[in-house]
């Protein structure tokens, strides 16, 4: 694809505890700038398959349930919630801005599919200064994007489960 055909797009690359009302202020301030399109790329933390891997893996609930084994199909199920908690934070923030973003899901090792995803258009890439301490960011720093970091600690919301 030439240069001259490539289509900018903002993309909001948001994880399971970003801050995503910041991540979405700072996307529209550039939206502002210059039309592009908007996506979330919610990237799931591969951190909960690693963990139902391990043997005698237990899930505390919150609701200070009794342990139950946390399986491989529970930890895509706790992927798929946070997700579609991400989805629908963002869903409301595009309602009140008139906006219809796409929405997009990617492991975090997917390094194929991110490389698809981001390598088809010029990209601005905004996303929480803590993910330039995750492996992903070595793969979006090579990639054709634009990285804009927002101020964000970590654990700016507690997660929805408690792993021992």
Same mark, same amino acid.
């Given at each position: 694809?030439? *240069? %001259?055909?490539? *289509? ?6 948001? %994880?399971?505890? %970003? ?5 979405? *202020? ?28 391990? #043997? ?23 992927? *798929? ?12 923030l ?31 890439l905004?996303? #929480?200064?803590?993910?330039?301490t ?27 489960? %408690?792993?021992?």
């Amino acid at each position: 694809m030439a *240069k %001259t055909e490539m *289509k900018l797009r903002v993309v909001i690359a948001v %994880t399971e505890t %970003t801050p995503v009302t910041r991540l979405w *202020k700072a996307a529209l301030q550039l939206l502002r700038e210059s039309p592009a399109d908007l996506v979330t790329l919610y990237v799931e933390d591969d951190r909960w398959h690693r963990v139902a891997s391990l #043997p005698f893996t237990r899930e505390i609930l919150r609701s200070g349930g009794v342990p139950v084994e946390f399986t491989r199909q529970r930890a895509e199920q706790v992927s *798929k919630e946070r997700a579609a908690r991400v989805q629908e934070v963002i869903s409301e923030l595009a309602a009140e801005a008139n906006l219809q973003p796409a929405f997009e899901v990617l492991s975090e090792s997917d390094a194929e599919r991110l490389r698809e995803f981001i390598g088809s258009h010029e990209n601005i890439l905004v996303a #929480p200064s803590f993910i330039s301490t995750r492996p992903i960011f070595a793969m979006l720093a090579e990639l054709n994007c634009r990285i804009e970091l927002v101020e964000a600690d970590e654990e700016e919301e507690p997660p929805a489960y %408690t792993l021992p």
